[in-house]
C-alpha cells in the first residue's frame, strides 16, 4: 500500500532562516503530492501541490519538487518568519487508492523571533 | 464563502451513547471523507464518498458509519462510542476524485469516558 514518511521534528528555527521538511513515498501507481499546513486550531489547509514527476509546486514562498526516482517531495522555503508555525504534512493521493490523502505524521514547525 | 463546516466542534460523552457530527459543504463537490487525527499517527481515513449514495470504507472504519444522501452533507455516525474514538475529527471534500485540493473542515474534539 501506499505511505508517506517525513521527518517528525519538532524543528525549531529563527526567523529568515532556511527551511527544509523532507519526505518520502512509497506508492503503486502514479501519485499526485501534497503539502497541507495546519495551523493552531484550525483545519487543513493545502499549501502546494504536484501531480507528475519534476513538476515544482509553490505556493508563499514554500517550494517543494516532485522527484520520481528518489520517490521524493520535500518543501523547502528560504527565509521563514514567526508566522509559519504550524504543522506540515506531506501527503499523496492516487486512483489506485480511490484518491484518499495518505499523510505522513506532521512536523510541528517553531519560528521564533 | 467555499467552506467545509463541521458540528459540533467539541463534544464529551460517555461510553456507548450514540452520536452523529455532522458535515456539509457548500462547493457541490462530489467526494467527500473522513479523517481522525491522532498522536504519533497523523491523519487516518474512516470512510469516503464518490458520490450520492456512494460510500465506502477507508483505512479505519471500524465502530463508525456514514451516509451520503445529499450531496452536500456527510454525517459521520458512532452507534456506540469507545475511549479508543477519543480524537480530532476532520470532514473533507473534493470535486472528485483526482488530483483536486480537498477542502477541510475546522475539526471536531471528541472525547469519550
Known amino acids: 500500500g501506499n505511505s508517506v514518511t517525513q521527518m517528525e521534528g519538532p524543528v525549531t528555527l529563527s526567523e529568515e532562516a532556511f527551511l527544509t521538511i523532507n519526505c518520502t513515498y512509497t506508492?503503486?501507481?502514479?501519485?499526485?503530492l501534497f503539502w497541507y499546513v495546519q495551523y493552531p486550531g484550525e483545519g487543513l489547509q493545502l499549501l502546494l501541490k504536484a501531480t507528475k514527476a519534476d513538476d515544482k509546486g509553490s505556493n508563499k514562498g514554500f517550494e517543494a519538487t516532485y522527484r520520481k526516482e528518489t520517490t521524493s517531495f520535500h518543501l523547502e522555503k528560504g527565509s521563514v518568519q514567526v508566522s509559519d508555525s504550524a504543522v506540515y504534512f506531506c501527503a499523496l493521493s492516487d486512483g489506485a487508492s480511490n484518491y484518499k490523502l495518505t499523510f505522513g505524521k506532521g512536523t510541528l514547525l517553531t519560528v521564533n523571533p | 464563502e467555499a467552506q467545509v463546516t463541521q458540528n459540533p466542534r467539541y463534544l464529551i460523552t460517555v461510553t456507548g451513547k450514540k452520536l452523529t457530527v455532522t458535515c456539509s459543504q457548500n462547493m457541490n463537490h462530489e467526494y467527500m471523507s473522513w479523517y481522525r487525527q491522532d498522536p504519533g499517527l497523523g491523519l487516518r481515513q474512516i470512510y469516503y464518498s464518490m458520490n450520492v449514495e456512494v460510500t465506502d470504507k477507508g483505512d479505519v472504519p471500524e465502530g463508525y458509519k456514514v451516509s451520503r444522501k445529499e450531496k452536500r452533507n456527510f454525517p459521520l455516525i458512532l452507534e456506540s462510542p469507545s475511549p479508543n474514538q477519543t480524537s480530532l475529527y476532520f470532514c473533507?471534500?473534493?470535486?472528485?476524485?483526482?488530483?483536486?485540493?480537498?477542502?477541510f473542515g475546522p475539526g471536531t474534539r471528541l472525547t469519550v469516558t
Open positions: 473533507a471534500s473534493s470535486r472528485s476524485g483526482g488530483a483536486y485540493e480537498q477542502y
Open positions: 506508492a503503486t501507481g502514479y501519485p499526485s
